[in-house]
């Protein structure tokens, strides 16, 4: 099919070098990935919970880890930084982002999944060394960053079945766009 195209592609013009016709199907280099290879990549969460793996975790667990990786760079109780601040519930009421363009967006007043939380600092945090969290490290960051930011109980475990459940404040803040055509602004 790749061939067909970039053969008809290579013939509209007389000007332009045929290189289409003579690109062969592969280049003779590189090689399949290996089902590791993909694995260490495929680590997407969704918003269902689909993705995550097995483990637990809870605040006071997690409490330890964010001293230990996290506090450095957000402050030590999320809110200090130096780096994004990652608790805070501001404003409790209404969702004025548009009109206030300086409030700060957390974890507690806009994120509208929870399942984004563990999909993100598995995956990005800490910035100096991604990827290196431990399922059973990232459930308690996860407990522990819900729970300060007064979402869930400080004794609640996260693990695969309970994290999906969990109800961000700004869940419903966020609806699919369903538009078609006509003005871009509903
Ligand atoms: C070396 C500094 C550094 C360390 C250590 C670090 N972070 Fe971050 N973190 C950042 C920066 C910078 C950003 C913003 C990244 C961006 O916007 O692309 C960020 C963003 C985040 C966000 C997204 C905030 C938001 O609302 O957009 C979360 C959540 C987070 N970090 C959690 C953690 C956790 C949990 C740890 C510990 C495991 C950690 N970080 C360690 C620097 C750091």
Redesign the pocket.
């Known amino acids: 099919m790749l061939g067909t195209m970039l053969l008809l592609g290579g013939c509209g013009s007389h000007d332009r070098p045929q290189v289409g016709a003579a690109a062969p199907v592969t280049f003779g280099f590189g090689r399949p990935a290996t089902a590791d290879e993909i694995a260490v990549w495929d680590l997407d969460v969704r918003p269902d919970g689909a993705g995550l793996p097995p483990g637990r975790g809870t605040a006071s667990q997690g409490s330890a880890?964010?001293g230990r990786?996290?506090a450095?760079?957000?402050g030590a109780t999320g809110i200090e930084g130096p780096?994004?601040r990652?608790v805070g519930r501001e404003p409790r009421q209404g969702f004025p982002f548009g009109r206030l363009p300086r409030l700060v967006?957390?974890?507690g007043n806009y994120w509208p999944y929870a399942t984004t939380?563990y999909d993100?600092?598995n995956r990005a945090?800490?910035?100096?060394a991604p990827g290196s969290?431990k399922p059973d490290e990232v459930y308690g960051?996860v407990a522990f960053?819900l729970w300060r930011n007064d979402i869930i109980a400080s004794s609640a475990e996260m693990n695969p079945q309970t994290l999906p459940r969990v109800v961000m404040p700004a869940h419903d803040r966020f609806v699919p766009d369903n538009r078609r055509g006509g003005p871009e602004i509903r």
């Open positions: 880890v964010y990786k996290c450095a760079c957000h780096f994004d990652l967006k957390t974890i939380l993100y600092v945090m800490p910035l100096n969290l960051l960053l």
